[in-house]
């Protein structure tokens, strides 16, 4: 800690502040705190506190009456005795946070920004990232449709001694900035200001703005990086991938004018010192974090999120369990064993895995129930079973068939038939409910490298979700067969996927959403990770 600033509350992890600390353990319990990744497995940071295993962590992961042994529903609930019903969406309306990036060009600005938004709409904040950059190709483009004029964007429009250009680039960032506010004025939760920030003028500009409007705060993330390999590889990713500051010109011009870019940037870059801001600086995405003035729940649940990114290259591969015995009698949730089916894809599994995976190192998630320890059993891998990975809890209609359970529940089969996302069994869970208790999951896949979960239909859709940014309303009917190996790269600005499916035959548990004449895709494409150039507001 800085000695000399204390009463700022500037924190060099691992130090905590007892206000950080406070404000992060009251984010909202999830599931059972038993189910953490063993030190021998991670790396050494983030701080032991901020762990899976660590004792933050196993604050938000403590069930909270929606655990279930076997197929013996829970007694429900009081405040769900009777009809099942819809659980209500949060009430965030009071959160208005301001989250300006800070940083030169190839520092990972646009992946945090990405990174942050996907994980805050994932918990149904309202989020928005508004990028300069963005603004500035459409206004261009506009004005290139309109009078024929072409801009000149290449490295000299950057430069802090062109002075025509300086004040338009100033402009677009204040139209950002007020395009933002307006839209947080409208209902919105947390706007992302993506753009390079890099004055002390320019902060001060964005702070005085947002003080004027009663409610909103504002925080400053600051990326910096100090590879040389990592600041290569963005900028290769920048000249090779559309963007249209750099059409039609080869490859090797288009780098040399970005580096160029980037040095002007550098020859005004100020580095956040002021004292009296709240902001976040990450060093190297994920190497160092520093915090200065974090306040409140939602400040201190970024940051916390934040913290716990990389940017080391790794899949993710997700599976169900192979097929039940529950699965083949057409019954929901339970603690059955595998079918004769299910443990032929088990068999199976180790070949497909090895020729996916190499020698790399991989560690095996599974739920605590049966069907995925049985499906993981025969992987030579470290294994960790988490309570939060557990199926979607259906209380009393736990072990029952749809069939059974539209008879027995008619108004609760057709409830959740209208808002699957929403509705929440008698004495059990909703999807909503599913996706609370999975943060701190998230949180540990974040920070991991090669992971292969072993899950089921509602948690792998939970997950599948996350990392492809799709909404809840699709959320409860996204197709994830048996005895198919989902594998996600995750990418600067997505994931690219692909499904392995093994031909062992398995029964079909997908049910499509009600009214839906569409039957669930077969194929999954190859990439979902192309960055958009062009905003929809000039």
Known sequence: MDHTNEDHNRIHFPILSSELTAALGAIEDMADGTDAVPDSVVRGRPPAIFRAGGPMLKQFDQSTASSR???????????????????????????????????????????LSNKLMRYLKWLEYDVQVFNVGQLRRSRAHHKAQQSGILEDHTSSYFSHNNVEATKLREQLAED??????????????????DATNSTRMRRAKISARVAKEKGMSVIFLESICNDPAVIAANVALKVSSGDPDYKDLPRE??????????????????????????????????????????????????????????????????????????NVEGRIGGD????????????????????????????????????????????????????????????????????EIEQAYPEDFANRDEDKFNYRYRGGESYR??????????????????????????ILRCLYAYFHDLPQADLPYINVPLHTVIKLTPKAYGCDEERYTLPIGAVDTHRPKPGSTLSPPDVVPASTTKREYFGTNI
Not at 84 to 101: C, F, Q, T, W
Not at 180 to 187: A, C, T
């Open 336 to 403: 059955s064993l595998l079918s004769e089916r299910g443990l032929a894809y088990a068999h199976a599994l180790p070949e497909l895995v090895r020729n996916n995976i190499g020698d790399a190192p991989l560690i095996v998630w599974t739920s605590t129930l049966q069907r995925t320890i049985q499906t993981a059993g025969e992987l030579p891998y470290p294994k960790l079973t988490w309570k939060s990975l557990d199926e979607l809890d259906a209380g009393v209609c736990d072990g029952m068939t749809y069939e």
């Open 176 to 193: 950002s900035l007020e395009m933002l506010i307006r839209w947080l004025k409208k209902g919105g939760n947390v706007a992302i200001h």
């Open 69 to 111: 042994k076997g197929s013996q529903a829970p007694t429900p609930p009081r405040s769900v005795v009777g009809i099942g019903n819809k659980v209500a969406k949060p009430d965030y309306s009071e959160a208005k946070i301001v989250l300006a990036m800070v940083g030169l060009p190839a520092r990972g600005k646009s992946y």
């Open 253 to 326: 011009v288009a780098e040399r004018d970005f580096l160029r870019r980037i040095k002007e940037y550098e020859a005004v870059y100020e580095t956040i010192t002021e004292p009296h801001l709240s902001y976040l600086r990450i060093t190297d995405i994920g190497n160092e974090v520093t915090l200065s003035r974090i306040n409140g729940y939602l400040q201190s649940r970024i940051a916390f999120y934040l913290m716990n990114l990389h940017v080391k290259p790794r899949n993710i591969f997700l599976s169900r369990h192979g097929e039940s015995q529950y």
């Open 433 to 458: 409910d599913v996706v609370v208790r999975l943060e701190p999951v998230i949180m540990e896949l974040e920070r991991q490298e090669n992971i292969l979960i072993f899950g089921h239909q509602a």
